[in-house]
């Protein structure tokens, strides 16, 4: 199973990376780890003209393992990173709230007629925030809303959502059951896909919607939802088919965070549906992880 940090410091190191390498930069050298399987001690990149740059660092096997994973460009690469990337977050209006419902309605109170991102002038007439279960053990990530969605003011109700109801249905689960919510929280216009400006700027909300939810399983539903939410610029082919650890930077330390699946987005498979057995392999290995009975019928 692959273990995924946080996002945003995912995305730190990945553009520490990519900067490492705009500079030059692109064989780094890390020394032996003490017996509490950390790293301590000085970690040396080198540049293609020999100069040497270090920084102090004390990280974790599995920190240093998922830093030589995104570097998948070039073999044995450690990103320098300074400590102060690992700093908490600070504290959100609804931590140390313990009614989920209160604590995302504070949240939408926090939103409010939200500016953050040039998608609040582009036509949206609503924002989209999330629906379902506060307490869901499952939880599904869309891309943003489409134009029933920005209409009605609910992720997921237009055709891609009555499939999506259907995926539900067919797991033998209610769709209020389940939390439902996008990377963006209003329509891109013209059913593009949100940039990548747009999708940092509204995501943290999204980390604190799922960070209050605290699902057991989560399901990314297309490549713009499981690459916004894993950091990881992969095909479907790669990112499909295994877990995926996942949770929000500063949330609840007694909550182990979620496994995470990718499938198909439901508007895909409308025009794909040869692809609606592959997205059903997703989901019956996320209804194994969570213990349901598969259900007599699959999705249609
Ligand atoms: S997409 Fe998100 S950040 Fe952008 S305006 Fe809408 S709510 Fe705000």
């Not at 946080?6 to 705009?22: G, I, K, N, T, W």
Request: hydrophobic content about 40%.
């Amino acid at each position: 199973m692959v273990r995924i940090l946080d996002p945003q410091l995912r995305r730190a190191l990945a553009d520490r990376v990519r900067y490492c390498h705009e500079m030059g930069i692109y064989d780094f050298y890390r020394r032996d780890f003490n017996e509490g399987g950390r790293f301590s001690g000085s970690t040396e990149a080198k540049s293609p003209t020999g100069e040497m740059f270090a920084a102090s660092l004390s990280l974790s096997r599995s920190e240093l393992e998922l830093r030589e994973e995104m570097a998948a460009r070039r073999s044995a690469v450690v990103p320098i990173i300074e400590e102060n990337i690992f700093e908490a977050v600070s504290p959100q209006p609804e931590y140390g709230v313990a009614d989920p419902v209160a604590a995302l309605q504070r949240i939408r109170e926090d939103l409010g007629d939200c500016t953050r991102c040039k998608l609040h002038r582009l036509g949206r007439k609503q924002i989209v925030f999330g629906v379902g279960n506060p307490g869901a053990e499952l939880m599904f990530v869309g891309e943003g809303p489409g134009a029933d969605e920005d209409a009605q003011g609910v992720p997921f109700v237009g055709r891609a959502g009555q499939l999506l109801n259907n995926m539900i249905k067919a797991m033998g689960l209610r769709r209020e059951d389940v939390y439902i919510a996008n990377i963006v929280k209003c329509r891109p216009p013209g059913n593009r896909q949100p940039e990548r400006d747009e999708c940092e700027t509204c995501s943290p909300f999204l980390m604190r919607q799922i960070a209050t939810v605290k699902p057991k399983a989560m399901v990314a539903l297309g490549a713009t939802a499981a690459k916004n939410l894993l950091a990881m610029d992969a095909p479907m082919s790669e990112l499909r088919g295994r877990w995926y650890d996942f949770k929000p930077a500063g949330s609840d330390p007694a909550w182990p965070g979620a496994r995470l699946a990718v499938t198909y987005h439901p508007a895909f498979l409308l025009r794909d549906p040869r692809q609606k057995g592959e997205a059903w392999k997703d989901l019956q290995m996320v209804m194994k992880y969570l213990g349901i009975a598969p259900p007599r019928k699959a999705a249609e």
